[in-house]
């Protein structure tokens, strides 16, 4: 199963430098005697820039809900200076970040610290259970990273001046997002982060499944392989009909590459792609996804999880599939029927499957 990362440091220092997103309004200048004080036009616009902080500008999506109250005395007090003219006196401290861990297995990396700690001030959770009347108060935005810290109401609770919570990726169905918004907190992700990454890891499965990659290379390494068998060479991908289901931003994605490969695309989504976008890639659209199932070679799934996508593919779907189909899932691992997956496989309704996700992550070892 291959896992892509999120955001990376780069792209997150390139997104900054370009400021794509959030960019202050104009700020009201109050003269007070030789000094000017300015301040923000409004309140929510600090939630914003700490959001616009935590994801790459250029990708993120901030999630408006109610507003909680909020007391945004962050000002930066100017005055004359040397050369008699305006310099800064006092600045404003930074906001406090919270996140579940550094390095290690599941922590934010390393290589992203130091342009977290040019906005932020970091603390872990292990820093906030520990003093946590001191810290409470303080905490003004979370960093999920790996689905961590876990956001519960407990937590939400205990941090009464909470802003926004940053997912570090595109996916939020780990969350309460109905929980969260009852806060007044402000949630923000990254949709357009993983898109190629994602799409890529879709071609890369396709292709590792048709050409038998994986059993390929374990036969290489076996120290009792003579020869590889003549008809162990795979599926040909040229010219083969491969069905997408959910053609948003990945999906498309997948289709371009696909096009390189001179297959033959189908599609099935709950809004159909202009006629200019099904040229461009030479896509077809099938309003029934069992037409899209009983033509396709290969079926990719690129989905939202979501209550009525959950194991959205089961028996039946797979069922009208060739037996000579591959299923690969680059979505959620919910989305599929997982025990109707395995019998599938077993009972060779379908030849292959290729999981980029699974429910649940990592599956069990035996």
């Not at 896992?3 to 900054?16: G, K, N, S």
């Not at 050369?83 to 401290?93: F, H, K, W």
Request: one cysteine or more; hydrophobic letters at 45%.
């Amino acid at each position: 199963m291959i896992v892509c990362p999120c955001v990376c440091c780069r792209d997150l220092e390139v997104a900054v430098k370009r400021d794509f997103v959030f960019k202050l309004l104009p700020l009201p200048e109050v003269v007070q005697h030789s000094y000017t004080r300015i301040s923000l036009r409004k309140k929510a616009i600090e939630t914003t820039r700490l959001a616009g902080r935590l994801i790459h500008p250029a990708v993120c999506r901030v999630h408006h809900w109610t507003k909680r109250n909020m007391d945004p005395r962050w000002s930066y007090w100017t005055g004359p200076n040397s050369t008699g003219e305006a310099g800064i006196m006092e600045q404003r401290e930074l906001p406090v970040l919270l996140v579940n861990e550094v390095g290690g297995v599941r922590g934010v990396l390393e290589a992203h610290m130091e342009f977290l700690k040019k906005h932020f001030h970091l603390i872990t959770m292990k820093e906030f259970l520990k003093n946590k009347k001191h810290w409470r108060k303080k905490v003004q935005a979370i960093y999920l990273w790996w689905h961590k810290p876990i956001i519960d109401r407990e937590l939400l609770e205990s941090l009464p001046d909470l802003k926004v919570i940053a997912n570090s990726g595109v996916g939020m169905d780990h969350l309460d997002l109905k929980l969260i918004s009852s806060f007044g907190v402000k949630m923000a992700n990254a949709p357009h982060a993983v898109s190629s990454s994602t799409a890529d890891t879709g071609m890369a499965l396709l292709l590792a499944s048709a050409r038998r990659l994986v059993e390929g290379c374990q036969i290489a390494v076996s120290p009792d392989t003579v020869c590889f068998a003549a008809d162990w060479l795979g599926d040909e991908v040229n010219g083969a009909t491969l069905g997408i289901i959910g053609m948003g931003r990945i999906g498309y994605k997948v289709a371009l590459r696909a096009k390189a490969f001179e297959m033959k695309i189908l599609y099935h989504n709950r809004n159909r792609r202009t006629e200019e976008e099904e040229q461009a890639v030479g896509a077809i659209y099938c309003t029934k996804i069992e037409d899209l199932l009983q033509q396709s070679d290969f079926v990719m799934l690129v989905m939202s999880l979501t209550p009525q996508t959950h194991k959205l593919f089961g028996k039946k779907e797979l069922e009208l599939m060739k037996p000579t189909a591959t299923l690969i899932n680059i979505s959620r691992g919910p989305v599929v029927d997982q025990d109707a997956l395995v019998e599938a496989l077993q009972t060779g309704v379908i030849k292959a499957a290729a999981l980029d996700v699974t429910y649940p992550e990592p599956l069990p070892r035996f």
